[in-house]
């Protein structure tokens, strides 16, 4: 089946640690992108990629880092300075950019120890 | 960033009964999108609407594309249990990335 797995599906960072979320896609779709989700919000965009070994800052890239070495993976690391990490982070991809209809990922969620 | 405002922000519904909820903004869009969203899980495409007065279904759901290009609404009808959860509208002007709603919550009637 075509889709987008995200793992793992619950993450803990400690005080200091940097932590890498997983975003692997098989529909051969180019854009790839990254979302941050808080209780009762919307989606806001961290990092989006139209292209392999290009990629732009979203809304909130600010402690956050991302890289595309392949089509179809997007990983996103959770630095240290990112000093609010507790949430729920969707990957999307789409066929072409942002125009085009998103598809997600179910999601990781981190939690600080 | 630019949020579109989506409302209401939550509904309770009885089985049965037909749901509405939209979607607006004070700029003009190019896509509508709609999706749903399960507790724990990522949301799920329902919906894509491209053109000013469009009127697409999928099954009990149908949607509209406002003809002022600002808004969009959602409709489900003869609601089941199985509908509950959080519908988002999201839209795309010319350029620049998607933008979200906040979502709408649908619960069930105690």
């Known amino acids: 089946d075509g889709g987008i797995t995200q793992s793992p599906k619950y993450l803990f960072r400690k005080e200091g640690q940097n932590v890498t979320l997983s975003c692997e896609q098989n529909?051969?779709?180019?854009?790839m992108y990254w979302y941050r989700q808080d209780p009762g919000q919307g989606l806001r965009l961290i990092y989006y990629s139209q292209i392999v070994n290009d990629f732009q800052k979203g809304d909130i890239a600010e402690g956050y880092s991302v890289s595309r070495e392949k089509k179809e993976s997007f990983p996103l690391t959770v630095t240290s300075a990112q000093k609010n990490p507790t949430a729920f982070y969707l990957c999307?991809?789409?066929?072409?950019?942002?125009?085009?209809?998103?598809?997600f990922g179910d999601g990781t969620r981190l939690s600080i120890l | 960033g630019q949020q579109l405002n989506q409302s209401p922000q939550s509904m309770f519904i009885q089985e049965g009964e037909d749901v509405s909820m939209n979607c607006t903004s004070s700029?003009?869009?190019?896509?509508w999108l709609w999706y749903k969203q399960d507790p724990g899980e990522g949301p799920v495409l329902l919906i894509a609407l491209y053109k000013a007065g469009e009127l697409t279904s999928n099954g009990r759901l149908t949607a509209q594309f406002g003809i002022t290009r600002k808004d969009s609404f959602l409709n489900i009808s003869a609601s089941i249990p199985s509908d509950v959860g959080i519908y988002f509208c999201?839209?795309?002007?010319?350029?620049?990335?998607?933008?979200f709603g906040k979502g709408t919550k649908l619960s069930v009637k105690p």
């Open positions: 700029s003009i869009f190019n896509t």
């Open positions: 999307a991809s789409s066929r072409q950019g942002p125009g085009w209809p998103q598809h």
């Open positions: 999201a839209g795309h002007r010319s350029q620049g990335n998607l933008i």
């Open positions: 529909l051969n779709h180019d854009a």
